[in-house]
């Protein structure tokens, strides 16, 4: 039997100088399920290199992540 699940689905990308540093994925549950958040540091060096700035778009991503989900508490 088919069982179907609503989810939206945020992604992001930040990268310095034309090089993705940071991939970000989000998802949230639309019907209950689990809501989760991940991030993959892809390039080490220039993650140690840029940290401030990363972390603020890392924390940028992450509000619009609770944004997502403070929509679906209230519909």
């Given at each position: 039997m088919?069982?179907?699940k609503k989810s939206t689905t945020l992604?992001?990308?930040i990268a310095i100088d034309g090089k993705q540093v940071v991939y970000l994925?989000?998802?949230v549950s639309s019907d209950g399920g689990s809501d989760n958040i991940?991030?993959?540091i892809q390039d080490k060096e220039l993650y140690a290199a840029n940290k401030?700035?990363?972390r603020k778009d890392i924390?940028?991503?992450t509000n619009e992540f609770y944004a997502l989900?403070?929509?679906e508490v209230t519909e």
């Open positions: 088919l069982e179907t992604t992001g990308n994925n989000a998802s991940n991030q993959t401030a700035e990363v924390a940028a991503f989900q403070d929509a």
